[in-house]
């Protein structure tokens, strides 16, 4: 029987995340956080000090290391570094990173490897329009910038991370700008997907539409 693909796309601070990891548990699926995926990349190559701006080197460091996810946990080569990727700074990185095409070429398979294995539920900016261009159900959720700004400063403050809201808010905008704009897999809602603006709307409000359009769909 083929495993079942459920995307969910959208910029950072909709909420993707939480939202993907709740709904996996709640159909028996496997999760897959890319934007873990890239986190880990990026740190990766913070680690070398190398040039994140050149292709070749990103992608040589990449090719070379173990990424996985076990137990709630992201492990960089066997170590856990869950805490370590959380922070804006590799946040950034993982965006500047995500535009060179030998980063994406192996994080690509990577992902797809996954689908062989179970079905899984798939969080991330390009899941349902590279990654899995063929996915049973597309999701995009959206919010404005100044609310994604504010969830994200109050995710960073509750870690004890203190850093501006201003600060958090042109980082976002200037990371949404590069993630529409780059010429490989840039940020777009999927062809067939669903959209939900979670602007206005609670965690719990969310996962209930998101858990009415996959049962509505899945049933079909």
Known sequence: MKNTIITIDGPSGTGKSTVARV?????????LDTGALYRAAALAVDMQHADINNNAICGQIISQIDICFLGGKVLLNRRDIT????SNHISSLASKIAVHPTVRKKLLDVQRSFALKRSLV???????????????IKLFLDASLQERARRRHLEL????????????????????????SRVHSPLII????????????TLDGVIQ?????????LAD
């Open 157 to 180: 403050k509750t870690k004890r991370m203190d850093i501006a809201y201003n600060k958090v808010l042109k980082d976002m905008e200037k990371r949404d700008q590069r993630d529409a």
């Open 83 to 86: 805490s370590d990727i959380r």
């Open 190 to 201: 999927p062809e067939h997907a669903f959209v939900v603006d979670t602007t206005h709307m």
């Open 209 to 217: 539409e998101v858990m009415k359009i996959i049962r509505e769909r």
């Open 122 to 136: 798939i969080e991330g900016r390009d899941t349902g329009s590279i990654v899995f261009p063929d996915a049973d």
């Open 23 to 31: 709904v996996a548990k709640k159909l028996g699926f496997l999760f």
